[in-house]
């Protein structure tokens, strides 16, 4: 019943993030139509620029809702596990996206150091206000998500928001004063910015795909609870890997006494469901065994409750 319940939970939790994903794909794509319409009223060739980066997101969040809900479906012969990988995918490809947009938003902006360009103030303002609007609105959808997929489209969305805010303070300043040099110094901050911490969401992504043991699980700590448990002799072979950086899968061998019976092995892997609830395992295998029984032992670590 538990574990219906949690299934269920999470299966309520992926339908929601999938339908924050759809909104900030729809919003951030009706708002792209509007931009490009807006940098040929006011001339400013950086609003265009935003545009077309923003095309590229509209096409990089439809990827990411498509393989969303390509996650969701349940294991086959083919993928037995599931499709969760395929979210991990999304976040890979747009992280890749991401980075690629904020070179080419650097390779324009260094340029206009040493070359400002003039635009229409009142204009950038105006679409500034209603940038920040649009887009602030779907980071707010889909930055509560819990997978890697939802949290680099958040940092998509965030980069927008922060380019917008920055148009915004060069088209107040512009009202006031020519220092059209504040447009480029804001964007390559705001790219600079952007970068650091999408790498450091790239090198999450890639360790998982290379089935790294979880950043918030400890291996060690998982063996030395289950090492504990009362007839347990060794645990051995533990792996501990995640689907999409929400959902996790674990394995291990508990060696148990040679006198554990039939309600003691019973109590064993109950004890082990207990330890591990609070893991988000969408999967877990323990295999239970005696010492002469057990074919892997000899050829791995081997760790015995202190």
């Known amino acids: ?127 500034a206000v209603i940038g920040i609007a649009v887009n602030g609105l779907a980071v707010l959808r889909v930055r509560k998500g819990a997978s890697l997929n939802a949290q680099v489209i958040a940092w998509h969305l965030l980069e927008d928001v922060l380019g917008w805010v920055a148009i915004l303070i060069v088209s107040l300043s512009l009202l006031f004063a020519d220092i059209h040099i504040l447009d480029p110094i804001l964007s390559i901050l705001i790219s600079l910015y952007v970068l650091v911490n999408v790498v450091r969401n790239l ?50 061998h508990l060696v148990v006494d040679a006198t554990a019976t039939k309600e003691d092995l019973t109590r064993i892997k109950c004890e082990f469901r207990d330890l591990t609830s609070g893991m988000s395992l969408a999967h877990s295998t323990v295999e239970l065994e005696f010492e002469e029984d057990c074919s892997m032992n000899s050829n791995s670590a081997h760790h015995d409750p202190e």
């Open 1 to 127: 019943m538990v574990k219906h319940a949690t299934m269920s939970h999470q299966h309520i939790h992926s339908q929601d993030q999938t339908g924050n994903i759809r909104v900030a794909f729809f919003l951030n794509l009706g708002f792209t139509l509007f931009e490009i319409i807006g940098s040929l009223y006011t001339n400013s060739l950086a609003i265009l620029s935003d545009a077309l980066h923003d095309l590229g997101d509209s096409f990089s969040l439809g990827m990411a809702w498509y393989l969303e809900r390509h996650s969701q479906r349940e294991g086959d012969a083919r993928y037995s596990y599931g499709y969760r990988r395929f979210s991990l995918l999304a976040a890979l490809l747009n992280t890749v996206v991401l980075i690629a947009g904020s070179l080419v938003i650097l390779s324009q902006a260094i340029p206009r150091l040493m070359n400002p360009e003039h635009s229409n103030a009142e204009g950038m303002a105006f679409l």
């Open 203 to 252: 090198r999450k992504t890639l360790a998982l795909f290379l089935q790294a043991v979880p950043e918030a699980i400890k291996l060690a700590e998982v063996e030395h609870a289950l090492a504990h448990i009362p007839q347990v002799t060794s645990v051995h072979h533990t792996h501990i890997w995640s689907l999409d950086g929400e959902n996790h899968v674990l394995t291990t």
